[in-house]
């Protein structure tokens, strides 16, 4: 008997079907977002780097500059991952031809043609997102809820251009392309009116919404605090959750690293499930703020993907990440933040729910909570080996020798 035989033994014993749970993990995509190749910087302002809004730390050698750099580096990640992919975008990788740069608020399909060439020639689905920050037209660190109108209408015509955008590429692909709307807007120091800020932004996304785009999965993204705002998020996670809750095609997007640290998403996740039918996650992690880090195989993750699989929540779900480091080598912290991720899902699909369900309901709180202990030994090492054996990716660190390589020929060139 092999291991994976014997491994598979035990599962069935606890009833759990291990080819079940493998099939099941195959079929659900993980959205990778690009950003993770280039620091965020994208290719509409190459000097321009993050700011404003936002920012990623480190300087590690071989940033991708171009979209063939970004496009190689993903899919030297992408085979080294197993199951379904998608590649999640931001406006500011518009690809713009000798002469052609246009301002955010007027890009087109056409800017982002090559990147659907790319996903349909590679079997991946695209996600998008406004870049709402890194831009001049921030101004006092306000976008959609500046009360300088200019700016305001600036970045809705950015947000309406970004959902036709994403309509094109559904179209194109056959499929639905989520379009998450995050803005840094807040104040870093006392607000003297919380409220204007606030009907402005329902305002501006009023406009953003009007237009019904069958192929566009609407979703906002609400946040606490950031370094420089810490007084006041305009788009904060009540104002957000009840917008969608009183908009039917607009859904709240959870981001992991954009509460306080005693709350967590797992938890937000069934809260929201009697209400949305869909329920966009940004997967991160945050240290001590929202620092991106990248995705390690922690509680957290994995309690996430239980409450999505025991919530029979995989088609509810959308499953995407967030994080760029740009201190270590980003193809690496690409594989290791989507491998764990992989691997969250496949483990929480190996537990037993119904067995641990019936116990909490009928009140056997000792056997649950044995059960739940006892778990964490069994033999799960076994099925991910088999799992990436059969996805035809490394099972184990050998993957890594191969960035390694990577480093030295192709990410040294790019000084
Ligand atoms: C920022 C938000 C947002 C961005 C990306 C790049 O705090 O999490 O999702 O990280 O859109
Ligand atoms: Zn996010």
């Not at 949305?276 to 195989?297: A, C, M, Y």
């Amino acid at each position: 008997m092999t291991r994976f035989e014997s491994a598979k033994e035990k599962y069935s014993r606890l009833g759990i079907d291990v080819e079940k749970a493998m099939e099941i993990a195959s079929n659900k995509a993980i959205s990778i977002h690009c950003w993770q190749g280039d620091d965020l910087t994208g290719f509409d302002n190459p000097d321009g780097g993050t700011g404003n809004g936002i920012l990623a730390t480190g300087n590690y050698m071989g940033r991708a500059r171009t979209f063939e750099e970004l496009t190689a580096d993903f899919l030297k990640a992408a085979s080294m991952i197993p199951g379904k992919k998608r590649i999640n975008l931001h406006a500011c990788y518009a690809i713009f031809e000798e002469g052609g740069w246009v301002d955010r608020d007027k890009i087109e399909y056409k800017h982002f043609i090559p990147w659907v060439e790319f996903a349909r020639e590679h079997g991946f689905g695209i996600d998008f997102n406004p870049t709402v920050f890194s831009h001049p037209m921030m101004k006092n660190g306000l976008s959609l809820s500046s009360p300088d109108e200019k700016v305001r209408k600036f970045w809705i015509d950015h947000c309406i251009a970004c959902r036709r955008i994403a309509q094109k590429i559904g179209e194109a692909l056959g499929d639905k392309v989520l379009n998450d709307i995050w803005i840094p807007d807040g104040l870093k120091d006392i607000p003297a009116d919380r409220l204007g800020p606030r009907m402005l932004l329902k305002d501006s996304l009023d406009k953003i919404f009007e237009e019904k785009l069958p192929n566009v999965i609407d979703c906002i993204e609400s946040k606490v605090f950031a370094i420089g705002v810490e007084s006041y998020t305009v788009g904060s996670s009540e104002f957000y959750i009840s917008y969608a809750a009183s908009h039917p095609d607009v859904y709240p997007l959870l981001d992991n690293g954009h509460y306080h640290p005693t709350e967590f998403v797992s938890d937000k996740i069934p809260a929201l499930l009697p209400f949305f039918d869909k329920i966009p996650l940004h997967i991160t992690r945050g240290v001590r703020w929202d620092s991106d880090h990248v995705v390690i195989f922690d509680d957290e993750l994995k309690e996430i993907m239980k409450e999505i699989v025991r919530g029979d929540a995989l088609d509810k779900v959308l499953i995407g990440l967030d994080f760029f480091d740009a201190a270590i080598n980003r193809v690496a912290a690409w594989v290791i933040g989507t491998r764990n991720t992989a691997k969250a899902l496949l483990w929480a699909l190996l537990q037993p729910h119904e067995t641990l369900k019936a116990l909490q309901d009928s009140g056997n709180f000792t056997k649950n909570l044995m059960l739940l202990e006892e778990c964490k030994t069994m033999p799960f090492a076994d099925i991910w080996e088999e799992y990436c054996n059969r996805h035809g990716v490394p099972a184990d660190e050998s993957w890594y020798a191969d960035i390694e390589e990577y480093e030295k020929t192709v990410l040294a060139t790019r000084q």
